[in-house]
């Protein structure tokens, strides 16, 4: 059985999940917000979709609009969200049946732009090892389009160059997470925490606007507590996150001595405590991913952190920038179990 509720208020939304936890199972909470929409119809083609959580991207012939909305048909927003509604939740029951869930992904360190460099890279693997890569995750530092002035040189109509806070389709077969934000692809639930750790702006709103100063040129990309706070309540399992900032303390559960050879400066930082994120550090330790990818520090470093004893367990990873002969991409075969 599957049930959907609506409630106006996060409280409410908590109260609800606690009592339903007894009956049911898979309890999927989603925030509505007030949308205005331009919609045009399209005829959905199952083949190339693997059901309606996929976030494949639809067929179009006409070139896509920068922001846009994955659902049953195209949805071309004309403004951001401003009004928050409602909270819904969907639920079940009984499960029917457990599997095995594989997949074979790359994942990317900071971008830098060098797109055509990351995809040709891992065209050759395929070749090379004859598998197929269905997923690329990048954790950092895309910089396709950084600001307003970056629009000038976009080839799509004005009106459709807008920042794009909470996410959606960038390009055909390229979806942005947002500033925060959860997405599903196939079986694997994958999060993302978009910016920069900075503790003077990190309580402030997102107030950049376009054009920026020297100022808000730098604060746009730091991250903020209310982003931090969208993640902090899920209780459904993430399998995946992504951030450019590593977790604060995430060299303790690897081979740090290892690392100041090769990044002598961070060792000042290692031993008094400040290397990393400290919101990144408490969603690690909230939300327990399966897989944590990082970006940021331009070098490959691993870890494994063990929340309890014989409990979840978060395999970290950080991977350099794109250049010849650094560990810029890797390849991860990522298995879950999960009910369908």
Sequence with gaps: MELCSFSPCIEQVQRSCETLRSDFTDIWTFEILLRNYEIREWKMDHSKVNDGNSTACPPRTRRPPVKQVWGTMQLLC??????????????????SSACNFRMKIEVEGCMHGDLDKVYDTIKYIENARNIKIVLLLCCGDFQAVRNEKDMDSLNVPPKYREMKYYGGWAAPNIYFLGFAGVEKFGNIRIGGLSGIYNARNYCLAHHEKPLYNDNTIRSVYHVREYDVHKLMPLEEPIDVLLSIDWPLGITNYGNWQQLVRYKKHFKDEIQQGTLGSKPAAQLLEKLKPSYWFSAHLHCKFTALVEHEEGGRVTKFLALYKCLPGRKFLQLSILSFDHFI
Aim: aromatic share 6%; glycine share 0%; net charge positive.
């Design 78 to 95: 004309n403004h951001v969200p401003k009004k928050h509604t409602c909270y819904s939740r969907i639920l079940k029951s009984h499960p």
